[in-house]
């Protein structure tokens, strides 16, 4: 067993801001899932929202946040994103961070969906794999930052009402604990909880997980977004084709080369993320084939020094990107829910923190705006470093606390249950289903039933099948390392398909085939799951 003051699960951009801002006030441990570079940091390639233009300002980026949060997103939570976000991003450029600079020296914006500016500060197409080499040359030269890679961590240690640490598995595969004051999650998101997602393989809800299993409430985990332009070639990975292509110009097109947005929204290109990946699944049904993203009509040469890293994933499987028809399709992205906090970072259980894509500050509502997860991530991972050396007098997360003005959210007593509502499978119904599920056969299940497109039967069908696999995958014994990691998947996998049957309406990323309509009379609300173990 060891000890630290400070322990931070995760080596993404809201875990490292986190431990830079606590090595002068103990020792920090950060405990990374496998190499540095695989967190969902490293693979954001657009960019960095912050208001930093001339044209620009904390009041505009803050009505596109809200705009595109479809009516739930946490006010108090925004403004500090947007107020806070320039000073932390300027930061960022004083520790070297090599975003791309104009003829005048300044930084170089682009523009994404749904942006009524350029805001967007990038690194050509791999920001996040820069804003984490900044970053992780800052924690190498803090001697009180000690760091742990390839640790799967699979509980957290509760005591006296209290997180206290973790357990985890150490590189060489044995048991491992850590004690410390203040533990934060900073473990990223849950792509892989679906069968096709842009997200590397250790995005797979973990940190959801352990919070839920620890007693801490989670919030608003029906809103999934799925990014409508992952590449879709048969026989070749889903990596990500950045939102920022359209931002310069790039179009989506039919399999006849025809463009067709315009026929979706106003927006065209550049509507929001939920409507173009619903629009393109529309349009390959409305037409057969499938769908393009084409920059042919734009300069090659530009294409590819602004885009170099999506031009060599698009060479490797025999695409040139300036010039052929990209074909592309939605993936599972960004989880805008998650462990329930408050803008310092605090849970509903004291000592516990969460940062970055694992919690839910209520920034993001219903559908995250491009571009502001590494601001969130670097905004919130900071406050949570400040708010964690108050660790022992820290009030935690308060079960009636209202998210954003004359919103309701419902504590866990007050959550719509199966017996109220019969929208939630009572027992018996998953009888039927006897044999545990696989983690493969999670990521179908998930994709096929609460992906994109939601029903209730469908979603019936999920829950049933998640309930049943859930009551005969038993808590791994402490060594299975392999267990906890199904045991995690299935926990988040699970969490999601109810949340999205309880919501009869459709929001941002969270869309209902048999309830289309957004319904603000009776779900403008955050609903919150806690697991009660009575």
């Not at 657009?46 to 739930?72: C, K, M, N, Q």
């Not at 070749?236 to 359209?246: D, H, K």
């Amino acid at each position: 067993m060891a000890d630290t003051d400070f322990l931070i699960v995760g080596g993404g951009i809201a875990g490292l801001r986190a431990a830079i801002a606590l090595a002068p006030a103990g020792r920090v441990a950060v405990l990374t899932k496998a190499d540095p570079n695989e967190s969902n940091t490293g693979y954001a390639q657009g960019g960095i929202a912050a208001a930093v233009g001339a044209d620009d300002s904390p009041a505009l980026h803050a009505a596109d946040t809200i705009r595109a949060g479809d009516g739930l997103c946490d006010e108090e939570a925004v403004r500090v994103l947007v107020e806070e976000g320039p000073k932390y991003v300027r930061e960022l450029l004083d520790w070297g961070a090599r975003f791309e600079r104009d003829a005048n020296g300044q930084p170089s914006l682009g523009r994404e969906a749904a942006h009524s500016v350029r805001r967007v500060l990038h690194a050509g197409d791999a920001t996040g794999r820069e804003i984490g080499r900044t970053l992780w040359e800052r924690v190498k030269g803090l001697p009180s930052v000690d760091t742990i890679n390839h640790a799967l961590v699979t509980q957290l240690l509760v005591e006296d009402g209290r997180a206290a640490g973790v357990a985890f598995f150490d590189p060489s595969g044995a048991r491992q604990e850590f004690r410390a004051d203040a533990t934060l999650l900073a473990t990223g998101g849950a792509g892989q909880v679906f069968r096709e997602t842009t997200n590397p393989g250790v995005a797979t809800g973990d940190g959801i997980s352990l919070a839920y299993h620890a007693g801490a409430r989670l919030a608003d985990l029906e809103f999934v977004q799925f990014h409508p332009t992952a590449l879709k070639l048969a026989g070749a990975p889903r990596f990500l084709i950045s939102e920022a292509l359209r931002g310069e110009g790039a179009r989506l097109v039919n399999d006849r080369g025809d463009p067709f947005m315009m026929r979706y929204h106003a927006g065209g290109d550049l509507a929001p993320r939920d409507v173009v990946a619903r629009s393109i699944v529309r349009e390959e049904q409305q037409t057969g084939g499938p769908v393009f993203l084409t920059l042919a009509h734009l300069d090659a040469d530009f294409v590819r020094r602004r885009f170099p890293t999506i031009a060599e994933m698009c060479g490797r499987v025999g695409l040139d990107l300036a010039r052929d028809p990209i074909p592309v399709g939605p993936a599972a992205h960004y989880i805008m829910g998650g462990v329930d906090t408050d803008p310092w970072a605090r849970t509903s259980l004291p000592g516990l923190f969460a940062a970055g894509e694992v919690a839910c500050t209520g920034v993001h509502g219903a559908n995250r705006l491009a571009s502001n997860s590494l601001l969130e991530g670097l905004v919130f991972g900071a406050r949570a470093g400040m708010a964690m050396q108050q660790a022992p007098q820290a009030a935690a997360l308060k079960a009636d606390r209202k998210k954003g003005t004359g919103l309701i959210f419902p504590d866990a007593a007050k959550t719509p249950t199966a017996q109220e509502t019969g929208r939630i499978p009572r027992e018996n119904e998953a009888e039927k289903y006897t044999r545990p599920l696989s983690s493969d056969g999670v990521r179908d299940l998930m994709w096929r039933s609460a992906g994109l497109f939601r029903t209730r039967d469908g979603l019936h069908e999920a829950v049933s099948r998640l309930d049943a696999a859930a009551r005969v995958t038993p808590q791994p014994a402490p060594e299975d390392a392999l267990a906890w990691q199904r045991f995690h998947l299935l926990t988040v996998g699970r969490l999601i398909a109810r949340a999205a049957l309880r919501r009869e309406e459709s929001r941002g990323g969270h869309f209902r085939e048999d309830f289309p309509e957004r319904d603000d009379r009776h779900w403008k609300i955050h609903v919150v799951d806690q697991k009660d173990d009575s």
